[in-house]
Nanobody
């Protein structure tokens, strides 16, 4: 089992950059595929990005491709989401998730553990 704690959210202006972090407990962090999801008010939770156990494979939603970068530091049990060129439509609660599967998936149902989320608000 793994516990996930997100941090780094805040209120930003459009065009700014922000980095989210997700710290994981436990000694087996490197065995999990990690993902970032987000949920805006009144909308379904949606996939943002995912990264394989070793970091060699990444996957992005089309809406963030080229603007967001997911990375991980297995020595620090942390996964990051570097966000740039932020837009008002990026406003949401951002969640970190861990999957025991070895394939990188977009579907929320493939992820087993979730953090509590961190709010990102982008003003125009």
């Amino acid at each position: 089992q793994v516990q996930l704690v997100e941090s780094g959210g805040g209120l930003m202006q459009a065009g700014a950059s922000l980095r989210l972090s997700c710290a994981a407990s436990g000694r087996t962090f490197s065995s999990y595929t990690m993902g970032w999801f987000r949920q805006a008010p009144g909308k379904e939770r949606e996939f943002v990005a995912a990264i394989s156990q070793g970091g060699a494979t990444t996957l992005y939603a089309d809406s963030v491709k080229g603007r967001f970068t997911i990375s991980r530091d297995n020595a620090k049990n942390t996964v990051y989401l570097q966000m740039s060129e932020l837009k008002p439509e990026d406003t949401a609660v951002y969640y970190c998730a861990a999957s025991v599967l070895t394939v990188v998936f977009k579907a929320t149902s493939r992820y087993d553990y979730w953090g509590q989320g961190t709010q990102v608000t982008v003003s125009s």
